[in-house]
Nanobody, 123 residues
Framework: QVQLVESGGGLVQAGGSLRLSCAAS????????VGWFRQAPGKEREFVGA????????YYADSVKGRFTISRDNAKNMVYLQMFSLKPEDTAVYYC????????????????WGQGTQVTVSS
């Protein structure tokens, strides 16, 4: 089992930056990838980006590519989502998730989820 605890959400102005953190514990060795998802009011949960735990390969949704960066610190069992040039449309609840099976973009493929953290970007 893997437990995920998120932190770092908050209110920022458009154009600002924010870093979200996801602390992992448990059977982390079984994790293939850690992903970030977001869900805005009235919208479906969407993929933001993900990183493989072992190799550190990352993949991003087109909507955030070039603005968001995912990194991980294996020694600390931490995954980060660094967000720059934030836009009001980035406002959502952000979730981190872990999966044991290969794959990155499908929410249904993730086994464990954090509690979510609110990111609000004001214009």
């Amino acid at each position: 089992q893997v437990q995920l605890v998120e932190s770092g959400g908050g209110l920022v102005q458009a154009g600002g930056s924010l870093r979200l953190s996801c602390a992992a514990s448990g059977r982390i060795f079984s994790t293939y990838a850690v992903g970030w998802f977001r869900q805005a009011p009235g919208k479906e949960r969407e993929f933001v980006g993900a990183i493989t735990w072992s190799g550190g390969s990352s993949y991003y949704a087109d909507s955030v590519k070039g603005r968001f960066t995912i990194s991980r610190d294996n020694a600390k069992n931490m995954v980060y989502l660094q967000m720059f040039s934030l836009k009001p449309e980035d406002t959502a609840v952000y979730y981190c998730a872990a999966r044991t099976a290969p794959g990155m973009t499908s929410a249904k493929g993730y086994d464990y989820w954090g509690q979510g953290t609110q990111v609000t970007v004001s214009s």
